[in-house]
Nanobody
Framework: QVQLVESGGGSVQSGGSLRLSCAASVQTFGSYTMAWFRQAPGKERECVTAISPKDYTVYYAESVKCRFTISRDNGKNTVYLQMNSLKPEDTDVYYC???????????????WGQGTQVTVSS
């Protein structure tokens, strides 16, 4: 498992932007698929976006395409989530997650951050 620490959450008005960061404490960060999930109370955890370790293949949920961008810096063991054109429905707790191999299913990730709250007001 990898220790993951998120930062960058907060409150913003609709149409605004936020950038989340997730720092990993592992030397083999470059072999991990990294992803951002979100979960609202009473709802299942949803994979928002993921990025593969080597060829940087990316996945985006339909609801965030063209608004969110995931990126990674393997030299800094950090993954980022740039969120633009935020909507009230993006309000959630956002979790950074990591796994070996490629995939976007939550139960296949074995490393999770503590979560960071994103609140978008209308």
């Amino acid at each position: 498992q990898v220790q993951l620490v998120e930062s960058g959450g907060g409150s913003v008005q609709s149409g605004g932007s936020l950038r989340l960061s997730c720092a990993a404490s592992v030397q083999t960060f470059g072999s991990y698929t990294m992803a951002w999930f979100r979960q609202a109370p009473g709802k299942e955890r949803e994979c928002v976006t993921a990025i593969s370790p080597k060829d940087y293949t990316v996945y985006y949920a339909e609801s965030v395409k063209c608004r969110f961008t995931i990126s990674r810096d393997n030299g800094k063991n950090t993954v980022y989530l740039q969120m633009n054109s935020l909507k009230p429905e993006d309000t959630d707790v956002y979790y950074c997650a990591g796994r070996r191999g490629w995939g976007t299913v939550g139960v296949e990730f074995n490393s999770w951050g503590q979560g960071t709250q994103v609140t978008v007001s209308s």
